[in-house]
């Protein structure tokens, strides 16, 4: 079946470092990207996504940038602060599906002050 | 927090019960889903509802079972609770109108003894 792998598992930063959070997807179908964080004992939060049309998408000190050729995505954060440890998901649409989502494994990042 | 209530939050059960969790949303989506979130394999789609009456099966639907009898409900039962159905449940939301983004809801923690 489809799958969604993220790279890698854990990330140790530095606060004020950037962080990069990498996503490779196997279907070719595949149009939407989103990228959630989700805190210790919180629900999945919706932080940036990408459509198959953009290659690159940014909101403040986050990024999303799309190769679709490669079929890889990846989420950067610059200036790291605290606030930004938790558990970041990538996800990808399947193709020819209700708008299903399949999820990578997720990656922990935590953030040094 | 678009609109979505889970219950119950926690539920410990013995092996063999039955159980049911409730996903409510107040703001008519069409398109509802149950993930089971477990370490390591991030979040696994079980079922989901694509309107009224109207479901299908995902990833990981072994076990599981679900009804949508009005727009505001979508019921998981476990017909009969195992130990490997320890797990947190997710249910997510999508408007029709709104592309592909989910939005989830607070969580049930639920532990099978």
């Known amino acids: 079946g489809e799958n969604v792998e993220q790279h890698p598992s854990t990330l140790s930063v530095q606060e004020g470092d950037s962080a990069v959070i990498k996503c490779t997807y196997s279907?070719?179908?595949?149009?939407?990207f989103p990228w959630y964080k989700q805190e210790l004992g919180k629900r999945p939060q919706l932080i940036i996504d990408?459509?198959?049309?953009?290659g690159e998408k940014k909101d403040q000190r986050i990024a999303v940038t799309l190769n679709k050729t490669a079929k890889h995505f990846s989420l950067h954060i610059t200036e790291t602060q605290p606030e930004d440890s938790a558990v970041y998901f990538c996800?990808?649409?399947?193709?020819?599906?209700?708008?299903?989502?399949?999820f990578g494994k997720g990656t922990k990042l935590s953030v040094k002050p | 927090d678009a609109g979505i209530t889970q219950s119950p939050r926690h539920k410990v059960t013995e092996t063999g019960t039955p159980v049911t969790l409730r996903c409510h949303q107040t703001?008519?989506?069409?398109?509802m889903y149950w993930y089971r979130q477990d370490p390591g394999h991030g979040l696994r789609l079980i079922h989901y509802?694509?309107?009224?009456?109207?479901?299908d099966k995902g990833e990981v639907s072994d076990g599981y079972s679900v009804s949508r009898s009005k727009t505001e409900d979508f019921l998981l039962t476990l017909e009969s609770a195992t130990s490997s159905q320890t797990s947190v449940y997710f249910c997510?939301?999508?408007?029709?109108?709104?592309?592909?983004?989910?939005?989830f809801g607070p969580g049930t923690r639920l532990l099978v003894l």
């Open positions: 997510a939301i999508r408007s029709a109108g709104a592309g592909e983004t989910q939005y």
């Open positions: 279907d070719s179908a595949s149009n939407y």
């Open positions: 990408i459509r198959s049309n953009v």
């Open positions: 996800a990808a649409s399947l193709g020819g599906s209700q708008g299903n989502l399949i």
């Open positions: 703001e008519n989506h069409r398109y």
């Open positions: 509802s694509y309107g009224v009456k109207d479901t």
